[in-house]
């Protein structure tokens, strides 16, 4: 209780308690507090799950259970519900061992508010979180309650990999073909590739989700050295977006105009419906080359093989 308090409580002036403290009968004692971490309930609100995702759900969860270091590449499309079936699998970990810390790690800080919500409402408890935007008192007390074990789930950047877990079991790098998981400063390192070789330090589970998996890992799951969990359809009433590629020498844009007529099209049913569009243009410059609308020939720099970008 501080002094302030003391003395409303007593009914006395904060010149008695000081006085009080002058005399020795009363001693100041700084106790730190101590954040509290609700557990999660593993049957708080599970999702319902489709075959594949059960299926993913319980060849983690089981390795889990069993103990021992087991990679896995969990492969499914935008939308497939990769998600829920990791959060299945932290469920029935922790329902296996309610002592047992799991830790998700994202690319980018932005993401992190997204993902707690969902755990919150799937739990019923919010996640610990550990990145560099979390101020330093907050930060000191994740890291207490993880090296206590009252912590049971971290979300977090590459750097949450350092925290001193006691129970880690399960491991989640969460967009694993993500570049931002490697850290090109200082300490030099791979989130992605740290997390396997932790996950193998611990004798843990490490689940690395991507809907476009890197190249190393598709190797290492070809190789046998992953376990392979795929999902092929989106979650629930999802559907896959509809592509049209558009061959602009048999739908030219209108002269001064760089935008085709079906493209023009779709745009304006789309503003006409309320709703909105995105043009994407992945590099700078109108185009990223430079083609003759007749042959189809790329136009190229006289001394270089490089070709011309319009500006």
Wanted: glycine fraction near 8%; aromatic fraction near 6%.
């Amino acid at each position: 209780m501080a002094g302030p308090d003391l003395a409303r409580a007593a009914g006395v002036s904060s010149g008695v308690v000081k006085g009080l403290l002058d005399e020795g009968v009363l001693e100041v004692i700084e106790i730190e507090a101590v954040a509290a971490f609700d557990a999660p309930d593993p049957d708080h609100a599970p999702a319902a799950l489709n075959p594949d995702q059960a299926a993913a759900a319980t060849a983690i969860a089981a390795a889990t259970g069993k103990g021992g270091f087991a990679p896995f590449l969990l492969d499914g499309v935008t939308g497939s519900g990769k998600t829920e079936a990791y959060l299945e699998a932290a469920a029935r970990t922790l329902k296996a061992d309610p002592a047992a810390q799991i830790l998700i790690l994202l690319p980018e800080i932005a993401l992190t508010q997204d993902l707690i919500a969902r755990i919150t409402a799937r739990f019923g408890a919010a996640p610990a979180e550990w990145h560099s935007g979390i101020a330093p008192p907050r930060r000191r007390q994740v890291w207490e309650a993880v090296v206590a074990g009252r912590c049971n789930i971290v979300v977090g950047a590459r750097s949450a990999l350092f925290l001193p877990f006691v129970n880690l079991r399960l491991l989640v790098v969460d967009e694993e073909h993500d570049g931002s998981f490697k850290q090109d400063e200082g300490l030099v390192y791979h989130g992605r590739d740290l997390a396997v070789a932790r996950a193998r330090i611990e004798g843990a589970t490490v689940v690395l989700a991507s809907a476009t998996p890197s190249l190393e890992t598709l190797w290492n799951a070809h190789q046998g050295r992953y376990g392979w969990l795929k999902l092929a359809a989106r979650h629930g009433t999802a559907i896959l977006p509809e592509v049209t590629l558009l061959d602009l020498r048999q739908c030219p844009p209108d002269p001064q105009t760089w935008l085709s007529q079906p493209l023009r099209e779709a745009i304006g049913e789309t503003l006409a419906r309320g709703e909105q569009t995105l043009l994407f243009l992945n590099r700078r410059g109108y185009a990223p080359v430079v083609l003759c609308r007749t042959c189809g020939h790329r136009m190229t720099a006289p001394d270089t093989d490089s070709w011309l970008v319009e500006h």
